[in-house]
């Protein structure tokens, strides 16, 4: 399964676990998260951290010691630690290809993929034109864009605001040796 992070708040807040109410049967494990502070410079950030999700109301979070985190992973260190019980994982093309099939049944859009969007044109009377670095000119009532980290151009090129700029940033990410597999055994460890 490829990985996905379902964040409730922190720092944005997810839906995809009570997808249609439960109807459809997405795949995910609700596994937790635990985001630690393993120098004094970082608890700042941990609090900020608690207090934005305090301020969304995330369900169970707390912030616990350095004695709670080896109680609940016996191989992470931390002074202290943010504890998100609920977060999960899913696969997410699987939950995207779910929710585009949704959205077809209706009959009432279209998706276009690998459409690089050069100009976007927005009236209120004619709806939105959209062309493409192509040439090709698509007209719709409304536009729902999935730009992922390009979202903040798009939405500049629909006339949106100049501010947020998104700053994108590099993670790592390792694969363990098959025999240190099982060293953190519950919850998603950041630090």
């Given at each position: 399964?490829?990985?996905?992070i ?9 839906y995809?676990?009570?997808?249609q109410?439960g109807?459809?049967?997405l795949?995910?494990?609700?596994v ?8 004094d ?5 941990l609090e900020?951290?608690y207090?934005?999700?305090m301020?969304n ?5 707390e ?6 985190v ?7 260190w ?8 609920h ?7 699987t939950v995207?290809w779910?929710f ?28 939105v034109t959209?062309e ?10 409304w ?13 500049r ?9 998104f700053?994108?940033f590099?993670?790592n ?19």
């Amino acid at each position: 399964m490829q990985a996905f992070i379902i964040n409730q708040g922190v720092p944005w807040q997810s839906y995809v676990l009570k997808a249609q109410g439960g109807k459809k049967k997405l795949p995910h494990q609700q596994v937790g998260k635990l985001i630690v502070a393993t120098g004094d410079a970082e608890l700042p950030i941990l609090e900020e951290l608690y207090e934005r999700a305090m301020a969304n109301r995330v369900p169970g979070v707390e912030l616990i010691s350095s004695k709670r985190v080896q109680e609940l992973e016996p191989n992470v260190w931390a002074l202290q630690a943010l504890h998100s019980p609920h977060t999960g994982i899913t696969d997410y093309a699987t939950v995207g290809w779910s929710f585009a099939e949704d959205f077809l049944s209706t009959g009432r859009g279209q998706i276009h993929t690998s459409f690089k969007v050069v100009g976007i044109d927005m009236d209120e009377v004619k709806g939105v034109t959209l062309e493409s670095q192509s040439g090709d000119i698509v007209k719709a009532k409304w536009l729902i864009t999935c730009a992922g980290l390009h979202a903040d151009y798009v939405a500049r090129m629909a006339g949106g605001a100049k501010r947020p700029v998104f700053l994108p940033f590099h993670s790592n990410y390792k694969e363990l040796k098959p025999e240190y597999c099982n060293i953190i055994t519950q919850h998603l460890p950041y630090s």
